[in-house]
C-alpha cells in the first residue's frame, strides 16, 4: 500500500510507493531505438496490461483487443490505488494516511513511433476528450479532491516506455502549491473584485510581449514570473473553472 506522509515544516503531502521500483524501463544505461522491445501498449497485447477503463474503439471491437485508437488502463505501478480506506493516523509527530486514489495510463495512440507531434488534430482532440472522461469519471469519488493529467516525455523526464501516453492522477488531497493558487487567486479577487486570470488575458493579449498563440479561444503565452525556461501557460479567453466543462468546438 502506497503512502502519503507530511512535511511538518512545509505542510507538503508527498507520496511513498516502493511499488514504483518495480516498474519497466527501457533504458537502463544508455538510450535505446524506440522500436527495440516488446511493448505491452501497442495492438495486440492488451492482455498484459491491467484491463481496460475506457478506450475509443469502433463499436463492433469488444473491450480489452485491437481496434481502439486511445485506451486507459490502470497503472500496473500504480503510486496511488482506489481500494480501501485513507486511515489518517499519526506517527509520533507526523501525519501519514493510505495512498488511496487513482493512477491511470493513457495509452495516446496504437503506434509505438508517433510523438504528439505526429498526430492528426483529429487525434490530439480524441486524446484531449480522453482527459475530460476520465476526470468526468474520477470526480464522482468522494475520496478524491484532486485530478491531475500529466506527460513525461522521454526516459530523462521519467517516461519508463517509449510508446506515448499520459497520466491521470487522483489524489485524496489538494497539493499545497495548487492550494496556494487558489488562496492567492482569491486574495485578488477579494482585493480587487476581478479574477486575475482573465486580468492576466486581458493585459497579455494588449502588450503582445509574452504570447505564443492565440486563437479565437485560447491564449497561450508565457508567465510574467516564469519559474523555469519555456514555462507556457493555456488559458482560456472566457472566464470559466473547469476542464471539463470544454466544448467540442473549443478542443
Given amino acids: 500500500m502506497p503512502e502519503l506522509r507530511k512535511d511538518p515544516i512545509i505542510g507538503r503531502w508527498v507520496i511513498i510507493a516502493s511499488e514504483r521500483a518495480k516498474r519497466p524501463l527501457d533504458f537502463v544505461s544508455e538510450p535505446r531505438k524506440a522500436s527495440e522491445g516488446f511493448c505491452p501498449f501497442c495492438p495486440g497485447n492488451e492482455d498484459k496490461t491491467p484491463e481496460e477503463v475506457l478506450a475509443y474503439r469502433p463499436a463492433d471491437t469488444s473491450e480489452n483487443t485491437a481496434g481502439w485508437w486511445v485506451r486507459v488502463v ?3 505501478f500504480p503510486a496511488l490505488v482506489r481500494e480501501g480506506g485513507l486511515d489518517r493516523a499519526g506517527d509520533g509527530m507526523y501525519d501519514r494516511m493510505n495512498g488511496i486514489g487513482a493512477h491511470e495510463v493513457i495509452i495516446e495512440s496504437p503506434s509505438h513511433n508517433q510523438t504528439l ?3 492528426s488534430l483529429r487525434q490530439v482532440q480524441e486524446i484531449l476528450w480522453c482527459y475530460r472522461d476520465r476526470i468526468m469519471e474520477l470526480k464522482k469519488d468522494p475520496n478524491l479532491r484532486y485530478i491531475m493529467i500529466f506527460k513525461n516525455y522521454g526516459w530523462e523526464a521519467g517516461a519508463s516506455l517509449d510508446h506515448p501516453h499520459s497520466q491521470v492522477i487522483a489524489l485524496p488531497i489538494i497539493p499545497k502549491r495548487v492550494k496556494e493558487e487558489i488562496d492567492g487567486a482569491q486574495d485578488y479577487f477579494k482585493f480587487r473584485e476581478r479574477c486575475v486570470f482573465c486580468d492576466m488575458v486581458r493585459q497579455e493579449m ?4 509574452r ?3 492565440e486563437n479565437e479561444d485560447f491564449l497561450a503565452f508565457c508567465p510574467y514570473a516564469s519559474r523555469f525556461p519555456f514555462e507556457t501557460w493555456i488559458l482560456p479567453k472566457k472566464h470559466t473553472t473547469h ?3 470544454i466544448q467540442k468546438k473549443e478542443l
Avoid: G
Fill in 211 to 213: 504570447v505564443v498563440l
Fill in 243 to 245: 476542464y471539463m466543462d
Fill in 117 to 119: 507531434t505526429d498526430y
Fill in 74 to 76: 490502470p497503472n500496473k
Fill in 206 to 209: 494588449a502588450d503582445q510581449k
